[in-house]
């Protein structure tokens, strides 16, 4: 992947992660952190204890490029079913404009 696309969407995710939810950010760390055991793909009760416990901007830097894209819609899915998609698109505008 392109790192200035990886970049724009490592940012764009963790913005908008910041507008939701602790719930929502707390099932954002468990699809996107990879279980000890590669074969089962199921967290044991501790694990998904310590995985809440993680920075979520941790667990998008740490995330496979190939997860990106679909990370991305699915924040902005989720922004847009709770009302936020407005908001997160002004502060995008907000941060560019300040970066020229």
């Known amino acids: 992947m392109n790192k200035t696309i ?34 089962d793909n199921i967290f044991t009760p501790d694990e998904v204890k310590r995985i809440k416990t993680y920075d979520v901007e941790d667990v998008v830097d740490a995330m496979r ?17 709770r009302g936020l998609l407005a908001g997160f698109r002004d502060a995008i505008q907000k941060a560019e404009a300040a970066d020229e």
Do not use: W
């Open 65 to 81: 490029d190939s997860d990106l894209d679909i990370a991305l819609d699915q924040v902005e899915r989720t922004l847009e079913k």
């Open 6 to 39: 990886e970049t724009f969407a490592r940012t764009e995710i963790k913005r908008g992660l910041h507008l939701l939810d602790e719930d929502c950010q707390n099932r954002f760390k468990l699809m996107y952190t990879p279980p000890a055991d590669k074969r």
